[in-house]
Each structure stands twice: as C-alpha cells, then as structure tokens.
C-alpha cells in the first residue's frame, strides 16, 4: 500500500511568491496533520484536519498560511505571501479513524523541503 | 504547561552498546499519550511506540525497551546492542490537548 504522498519534494521559491504543498494521506485514514520542522524550532504542528474539517489550526503561524482538505483524498498548505523565514521540511500525517485522535499513531510523509530565497 | 525535553542533544556509541535516551514530561492532565518516533536519515518520521498514561508497565520489542516512570514523569528508551542502522534523530512526543514534540535525540552508532 502507498503510505502519504507528499508533493513538490523540493521547492524553492523566492521571497513573495505564493507556495502550496499537497498531500495524499493513505487510503482510510480520516486524521491528516500539517508538521514544520526547523532547525530553531523543531517539530511543530500546525493544524490537524479530522473527517476534512479543520479541528485544530492553532499552530498556523500567521495569516499567510492557511490549509485545506476539499475531501478525504487530499490536502494543500498554501503560503502566500512566503518569506525566508518559511525555509523548513513540511511534513503531512495521517491517522486511522480511532478515538481520541491524539492517541493515534501518525504515518508521516517524505516531506517537502521548502527554500525561500 | 505542556513540555517535553529531551536532554540528550547528541550521542555516540560504537556498535553494540546499548545506549538509553531520556525524555522528561510536563502535563496537568491525568489523560495523555506518550510517544516515540523515529527520524532515519531519509527523513521520514517513523512511529515507534504509543503509551497511555494509565498504563504504566514497560514493553520490549526486540532490541528496543521503553521504561515509563509517571512518577519522575519520564518515558526512556533503551536500544540494546546497538546497530549502525539504529542512527537517527529519536523524537519522544507527548499528547494531551496539544500534541508536543521533544526537540530530538541524534544518535550516531559507529562500526
């Protein structure tokens, strides 16, 4: 089976311009996280998606991020507009349908590693 | 506040050792989840093992052994005999209403 599909693997982009990352959880799953990871901060989450509907974004840093899951198959992070401060690997993970969610384990994706010139 | 520390910024072993990481919690809530992951060099995060805060009894998988310890609110892991193949960035993660990550162990095991 495929485990979650993450695309672009690599972007880079310069300063103002728009960027959307797409995941395809596996096949399922109805939990889907959006992870940034730097060096700085580590690990964060950012938002968590269950059944398609946002649940928790409050780690969404600021207004230019903002994420979607039109259906149980995909979601995009998009930054608009992008900084360098954005440079990091943004992960998506998916979860099997148990309760609570936050008991679940997660399957996470390759990443796409982000660079913000 | 929720908090999770993981001390150990980098080790080192020779292949064989066995070698334990450590991960100290903070939460007020008597409900939370426990977890480890690992990060090879590929980068992909691969989950490792949950734990609830009910059940506190420790679990060996092969080489891997986890000591929960609710008291001193630590969620240790032990890698016995240590491979090469065991190099990695080890995350122990807790969730409670938030779901937190340690800033991550590297592991280097040299032949």
């Known amino acids: 089976d495929a485990g979650v599909i993450q695309s672009p693997r690599h972007e880079v982009t310069e300063m103002g311009q728009e960027v959307t990352l797409r995941c395809k959880p596996i096949s399922g799953h109805n939990s889907l996280f959006w992870y940034r990871q730097t060096m700085m901060r580590g690990l964060e989450l950012l938002i968590y998606f269950n059944n398609n509907v946002p649940i928790d974004d409050s780690g969404m840093p600021e207004d230019r991020f903002s994420a979607k899951m039109p259906n149980a198959s995909f979601s995009t992070l998009k930054i608009q507009p992008s900084e360098p401060r954005d440079s990091a690997v943004y992960f998506c993970?998916?979860?099997?349908?148990?309760?609570?969610?936050?008991?679940?384990?997660?399957?996470f994706g390759p990443g796409t590693r982000l660079t913000v010139l | 506040a929720q908090k999770v520390t993981q001390a150990q910024t980098e080790i080192s072993v020779v292949e064989k050792e066995d070698v334990t990481l450590d991960c100290v919690y903070e939460t007020r809530d008597t409900t939370y989840y426990l977890f480890w992951y690992k990060q090879p060099p590929s980068g992909e995060l691969v989950f490792l093992i949950r734990r609830n805060s009910f059940d506190e009894q420790n679990e060996i998988s092969g080489r891997y052994s986890w000591n929960f310890q609710k008291s001193t609110s630590s969620f240790n892991f032990t890698i016995t005999a240590s491979q090469v193949v065991d190099s990695a960035v080890y995350f122990c993660a807790l969730s409670d209403l938030k779901l937190v990550f340690g800033a991550g162990t590297i592991l280097r095991v040299k032949s």
């Open positions: 993970a998916s979860s099997l349908p148990e309760s609570p969610w936050r008991a679940n384990e997660q399957f």
